[in-house]
């Protein structure tokens, strides 16, 4: 597909570009342009692709995604190279959940070549919005909404593709703390739900129990399963991760209601290189807590796009807490996390080819 390119005509001061780069913050800042491809099923399906000016998008009050929340997103980082360059970190594996999510949510598929190069346009347009801070890279935000006009309850006709771009300083300040998790008695997802898809439903439906962990002085809320609920299942917005005294490490299945995390495919595949056992298991709340207080239980990590790896220090709910560990970083977190961000930054070699230079 051929991207018309438009270049803002006001873009940011380089002085204010600058000194808004010193300290990113995350997701509150944005690069001047972003990218818009159009569906309609009566033209042919997708069109008319443009790397433009950010702005406000222009929705009829009826349009699909406002009433039934047909919506979709991925997100994904941009780094900095040790070579100066810049680079994706497996781009290809978010094109294909974006469309995994797409089914799920009646949408059209979006070519996987097209969400790449969407992905690439944008960063060349705004290749001087890389914050310079230590951790800095450039978070892309693509996501697909419902335009069509119309009230009546079915798959719209008519859709938005969008990538935006956020400059994004490190998720932790001072290097990656143990995180302390509130268990909910809410649930995210129930089987045949719409779990393993990345829609803004799921995410909505989080806030109130991530509310309640934050005012409880929690870092992340814990959800278990919808229906027995004993199993341990995933954060409001990370996978987990539970390394043993044995060298084995469990991580929750993907059941249908779990998200499947990028970050999760790839520390399974690290995790197994360092000589460890990794098992896609299921592990109930009361397993963990008692293989915390016998000591069998290492380490617990939990791991995401945005935060990429940080251990869990403390695990808390209605029937009291328990302590992972001696409540500090783990030495497997930390060796994991370390190696991760350095195939992502290119300063450990990519043997899985997961990498994507954009020059």
Not at 311 to 340: C, N, Y
Request: overall charge negative; charged content about 20%; some cysteine.
């Amino acid at each position: 597909m051929d991207f018309t390119r438009i270049l803002h005509p006001a873009p940011m001061p380089a002085a204010e570009r600058d000194a808004a780069l010193a300290n990113p913050g995350f997701g509150t800042l944005f690069s001047d342009h972003m990218v818009t491809i159009d569906y309609d099923e009566a033209k042919g399906g997708w069109h008319n692709a443009v790397v433009g000016p950010r702005g406000p998008l222009s929705l009829d009050p009826s349009a699909a995604v406002l009433h039934y929340a047909q919506e979709i997103f991925e997100g994904l980082k941009a780094y900095k190279q040790v070579d100066g360059s810049t680079a994706l970190f497996r781009p290809d594996a978010n094109a294909r959940r974006f469309n995994a999510s797409a089914d799920r949510l009646a949408m059209p598929h979006l070519p996987e070549e097209t969400f790449l190069e969407s992905i690439r346009q944008l960063v060349a347009a705004d290749r001087d919005w890389f914050p310079s801070v230590e951790g800095g890279s450039l978070y892309l935000r693509p996501f697909m909404i419902a335009t069509e006009a119309f009230l009546g309850v079915r798959p719209a006709r008519q859709y938005k593709f969008i990538v935006i771009a956020s400059p994004a300083g490190s998720y932790f300040k001072g290097g990656p703390k143990p995180v302390s998790i509130w268990i909910s008695d809410y649930t995210r997802a129930a089987p045949g739900g719409t779990g393993a898809a990345k829609c803004g439903g799921n995410y909505a439906a989080s806030l109130v129990p991530t509310g309640e962990a934050f005012a409880r002085g929690h870092d992340q809320v814990l959800f278990l399963d919808a229906v027995e609920r004993k199993w341990v299942e995933e954060l409001g917005g990370m996978n987990l991760f539970f390394v043993f005294d044995d060298g084995r490490v469990i991580t929750p299945p993907l059941t249908g209601t779990i998200l499947p995390g990028i970050t999760r495919d790839s520390l399974i595949q690290l995790l197994r290189e360092e000589g460890l056992t990794v098992e896609e298991g299921m592990y109930s709340i009361d397993q963990w807590r008692e293989d915390a207080a016998s000591g069998k239980l290492l380490e617990t990590l939990a791991c995401g796009t945005a935060a990429v790896v940080t251990p869990v220090g403390k695990v808390a709910g209605p029937d009291g807490e328990f302590e992972i560990g001696s409540g500090g970083p783990g030495q497997i977190t930390m060796k994991i996390r370390e190696k991760l961000v350095g195939i992502q930054k290119g300063e450990v070699a990519d043997t899985h080819g997961w990498v994507m230079k954009l020059g």
